[in-house]
């Protein structure tokens, strides 16, 4: 197959024409590709609403690098796709640890796609975390949202907005023993906005995006600012801490609709027994109207920061006044712990031959 030619992103758009390839067949002939005469496309690493991620490697450099071939379909609307020129153009401007950089973008002809090459991040996002892990613990939950905060200070400091914060954005990877965060799909998501607001909704009430968490304005198509990926982030580290979105409806419109219309659960903090500092951040985080939200994401840092240093205090005084006590009574503090943690391995092994012996296993 011969390798796409790659439109100018810097001229004149123009639509590219129909019919297009589904989203099988263009995941089946991609696979092989030259892009550009540069990048070789290896494997399908995934694929989304808006389209596949695919491994590659630059011919030129030997080096490894993620391609997003976003569907065909994006391109059709002029407005839309001259939106997400611009929008990579600003999103490859970007350095920061904390992002996944963009390194280069166009449009493939032969295929009709936009596409965007990326830096290749080996590490799992947090939606696959959750699945398995169901939630995390606050400490955890409070490193990762931090550098959340740090990495989106720098992209809105420079006037990038993500708009599509969710946890399979959000990569985390284990280097030398700390967790560090990467977040993903900068310059896609405005695309996304544009041609779901040239389209009409489906049958069945899906809409293009990410309606669990993007914020109120951002449902009712308004102009959006740096608080959408504020009231974004409030609502991962709502599911992150208690396991559960904060809106799930039948379909993409009634979630929606419960974004603007309808108040979080924050019962489920009792439950969990949060610190109160927590909580409020959550629920300021989540308010409605964003005037009254965190009017910057430096401004939840912040908040996030000083619960993360209050719990560090509170477990120092713990160690502390542990240490001061005197010879017997650390003894003895041991000793309980001793004999709680064997009776609870003798409850165990208990349970586990009742197990044996009522399921006959030999």
Known sequence: MDSPVTTSVFGVVEAPPSPFLTH??????IIGVAVDDRYRVQAQLGQGGMGGVYKA???GLSKTVAIKILWPELASNVNALARFQREAKAASSLNHPGLVSVSDYGLLKNFQAPYLVMQYVEGKNLADIL???YRLTIPRTLNI??????????AHEHGVIHRDIKPSNIILQNIKGIET????DFGIAMLM???SQEQSITASGDVAGSPQYMSPEQCMSEHVDCRTDTYSVACVMYETITGRPVFTGRNSLHTMYKQMHEEPDFSVFEQLRLPPSLRRILVKGLLKKRDQRYQSIMELRADLI?????????????LIRWQSRSFPEKCSASFQTILFVLGWVIVSFYMWQSTRYFLHVP
């Open 24 to 29: 099988e067949e263009l995941a089946e002939k």
């Open 57 to 59: 490697v630059h011919l």
């Open 131 to 133: 699945q398995h892990e």
């Open 145 to 154: 949202f931090i550098q959340i905060c740090d990495a989106l200070a720098h």
């Open 181 to 184: 965060v990467q977040i993903v």
């Open 193 to 195: 906005s544009s041609f």
């Open 306 to 318: 000083a619960v993360r240093d209050q719990i560090f205090r509170s477990l120092s005084q713990r």
